[in-house]
């Protein structure tokens, strides 16, 4: 009797162990879950000793009044996902260029990123309304957001953006989603700095 008893005290120890464990991990952005609330720009994508890599994204300069190409560089981490996430936020940061501005509204976050095995990548944005920003500045958004994912990688065959983990009809009242951003990926594609 007592035997058992110790049997089934070790296989409690053990299954608290694993719960702990996996929450752990969990929490610190090993596993696919990330904790609700934060979004994905204030998790580690990538870490210290990743090489960088150069992407394109497309900006507005202020200075010649029009929307360019600019190179922007991410990190190689080992996730293909994190380094098309990182894509995403150096889109919404403008490149990290000071002299160019995002084709974004100020406050727009990627709260998520998912990629399917038929090639859709689903991009999850919180994006605030902005009374400045209208049909063309939304419509130059979705289309800068989508060369930002299916002209770096070349395994997203097609791209879906969410608002706030919704399907919606529209980002910001304007632009009508499923117009661009659902055409397929025609382009050779290619792995950054190839």
């Known amino acids: 009797m007592k035997r058992t008893a110790y049997v089934w005290a070790a296989l409690g120890a053990l299954a608290l162990l694993g719960a702990t464990l996996w929450r752990h991990g969990r929490t610190r952005g090993i596993g696919i879950d990330r904790p609700k609330g934060v979004p994905v720009s204030e998790t580690a994508l990538w870490v210290s000793g990743d090489k960088p890599a150069t992407i394109f994204v497309r900006v507005l300069v202020p200075s010649v009044g029009e929307v360019q190409t600019l190179p922007a560089l991410i990190h190689r981490s080992q996730s293909r996902l994190d380094q098309m996430k990182q894509s995403v936020l150096a889109y919404l940061n403008a490149a990290g260029n000071p002299k160019a501005r995002s084709l974004a509204p100020k406050g727009s976050v990627l709260n998520e990123m998912y990629l399917t095995d038929a090639g859709t990548a689903a991009v999850d944005l919180s994006v605030p309304l902005d009374p400045e920003f209208g049909f063309t500045e939304e419509a130059r958004f979705v ?43 025609t382009s050779p594609g290619k792995k950054p700095d190839e």
């Open 143 to 185: 289309e800068g957001l989508n060369h930002a994912l299916l002209q770096n990688f070349q395994e997203i065959k097609r791209v879906r953006i969410l608002n706030d983990g919704r399907e919606s009809g529209t980002l910001t009242g304007h632009y009508a989603l499923g117009t661009y951003e659902n055409l397929t990926n």
